[in-house]
């Protein structure tokens, strides 16, 4: 009966290791993918905002904030266990840096574009003028 109980051990032991390396893989990645698809969005409106005339060379930074679960989802006994995380990033903020943003009409052009295309008020948005290497004494 023992050598049986070994024997299970000796089964069970590499198959939690090969469980456990998975399960950090698999977040691993996850993580990465996030990181990646926020720099590839930012990039984006980037690109799309240094087109605008009088804008110049932007700058553009998205603040994620964890949302945690509503009350009526933790109702559900299962919910920790179907979700794969208890936190939801979502966007809370946008620091905008730009050459043009000195001007206030650039300024406001500037505010009123992302907050239309990214549905987001404006009193989330910031946005700065960009430091002029001839600006510096």
């Known amino acids: 009966m023992e050598n049986k109980w070994k024997k299970q051990k000796l089964i069970f032991i590499p198959i939690?290791?090969?469980?456990?390396?998975?399960?950090?893989?698999?977040?691993?990645?996850?993580?990465?993918?996030?990181?990646?698809?926020?720099?590839?969005?930012?990039?984006?409106?980037?690109?799309?905002?240094?087109?605008?005339?009088?804008?110049?060379?932007?700058?553009?930074?998205?603040?994620?904030?964890?949302?945690?679960?509503?009350?009526?989802?933790?109702?559900?006994?299962?919910?920790?266990?179907?979700?794969?995380?208890?936190?939801?990033?979502y966007l809370s903020g946008l620091l905008v840096v730009s050459e043009g943003a000195s001007n206030p009409a650039i300024k406001k052009q500037l505010l009123e574009t992302i907050s239309s295309v990214m549905q987001m008020p404006t009193h989330r948005i910031m946005i700065v003028p960009m430091e002029n290497k001839g600006d510096e004494q």
């Open 16 to 89: 939690a290791v090969l469980v456990f390396i998975a399960y950090i893989s698999v977040t691993w990645n996850e993580s990465n993918e996030e990181q990646n698809q926020s720099s590839t969005e930012e990039s984006r409106l980037e690109q799309v905002l240094g087109q605008i005339q009088g804008v110049g060379q932007v700058k553009v930074y998205f603040h994620y904030e964890n949302q945690t679960p509503s009350e009526n989802d933790s109702d559900s006994l299962l919910n920790g266990y179907l979700s794969s995380s208890e936190h939801e990033k």
